[in-house]
């Protein structure tokens, strides 16, 4: 009982930082719970009914799901480029297309990530998407 509700209550403070233009998510590591800005987070990785944050070189779990923080992380750039994972365009580098529909995202640190066919058209749309945001600046 005391989980489900620790639970809850980091949902929802998941999703009142995502509101916010300083968004941050709550990621555990050891047993501490760590405030993480949202712009420095590189990407996010399905793990069963958590998630995997990823970074500063670091990793940290999450109880919640791609799809939700899909949905709730897009006004932060980020794309859903597999279906597991979600990646930050902010802290890519540069995108080299693989043909048939798949791209490998280069992020700052040198990792190298690479999409699905089926994400192709939202991957796309959300390029452009950060190219306008960034020429509005």
């Known amino acids: 009982a005391i989980a489900q509700e620790v639970a809850r209550q980091v ?4 999703t009142e930082f995502a509101a916010s233009p300083h968004a ?13 800005d949202v712009e420095t987070i590189d990407y996010i990785v399905a793990d069963g009914n ?3 944050i ?3 070189g670091e990793r940290y779990i999450s109880r919640n799901t791609v799809k939700h ?12 480029i597999e279906g ?4 930050n365009l902010q802290r ?17 640190n040198g990792e ?3 999409s699905g066919r089926t994400h192709r058209k939202v991957i796309l749309q959300e390029l452009r998407r950060c190219t306008l945001r960034d020429e509005e600046s």
């Open 11 to 14: 949902r929802t403070a998941l």
């Open 24 to 36: 941050r998510l709550v990621g555990e590591k050891g047993q501490r719970f760590y405030f993480l």
């Open 50 to 52: 958590y998630v995997i």
């Open 54 to 56: 990823h970074c500063a």
């Open 69 to 80: 923080l899909s949905t709730t992380l897009r006004l932060h750039s980020f794309v859903r």
């Open 84 to 87: 597991s994972l979600l990646l």
């Open 92 to 108: 890519v580098a540069f995108v080299e297309r693989l043909g048939q529909g798949e791209f490998c995202f280069v992020l700052r």
């Open 112 to 114: 190298r990530l690479r």
